[in-house]
């Protein structure tokens, strides 16, 4: 899922979109290493911005495409 999310964005977007996944997945990803999934994820070391995503995700509410 994240690998997609990345390989997806346009080339200007792909730290945004990494960053909604962990808005998006983060209940999923509590208690597991953010770097290991990022790393197993074959995206990189992006595993700080997901990390972000994750502690935004309880301050944020996610709106629908018009």
């Not at 899922?1 to 962990?22: C, H, I, Q, S, W």
């Amino acid at each position: 899922m994240l690998r997609d999310k990345y390989e997806t964005a346009p080339a200007r977007e792909k730290a945004m979109n990494v960053v909604l996944f962990g808005i998006e997945n983060a209940d999923a990803l509590g208690g597991q290493s953010i770097a290991d999934v990022a790393e197993q994820s074959g995206i990189g070391k992006w595993g700080p911005p997901v990390a972000l995503g994750c502690k935004l995700a309880q301050y944020v509410e996610l709106k629908n495409d018009p």
